[in-house]
Nanobody, 118 residues
Framework: EVQLVESGGGLVQPGGSLRLSCAAS????????MSWVRQAPGKGLEWVST????????YYAESMKGRFTISRDNAKKLLYLQMNSLRSEDTAVYYC???????????WGQGTQVTVSS
């Protein structure tokens, strides 16, 4: 059974940092590209970042470039998202997702809430 379990969310002040983690199980983690997506209150899903199976390629949505860093540890089956210089508009539930094609995902985690507020 595929499982993706996010953690690391919380309340942070504007300008602060958080590191999200996603623990994967039930599939061969290092065979797959992985992504982070988010959903802000009252809005649709928004793609955040993607990392290739071997970390050789990373991609970011424009508003996250320079602030967020995606990484992975294939030995530990963990996906990470380091978020710096957080803004109120980054408030959302963040999900890790297993990629089956560009923009297509077959499994998601339960999400972790990130709230950026003073």
């Amino acid at each position: 059974e595929v499982q993706l379990v996010e953690s690391g969310g919380g309340l942070v002040q504007p300008g602060g940092s958080l590191r999200l983690s996603c623990a994967a199980s039930g599939f061969t983690f290092d065979d797959y590209t992985m992504s982070w997506v988010r959903q802000a209150p009252g809005k649709g899903l928004e793609w955040v970042s993607t990392i290739s199976w071997n970390s050789g390629r990373t991609y970011y949505a424009e508003s996250m470039k320079g602030r967020f860093t995606i990484s992975r540890d294939n030995a530990k089956k963990l996906l990470y998202l380091q978020m710096n210089s957080l803004r109120s508009e980054d408030t959302a539930v963040y999900y890790c997702a297993k990629v089956i094609d560009t923009g297509l995902y077959d499994y998601w985690g339960q999400g972790t809430q990130v709230t950026v507020s003073s």
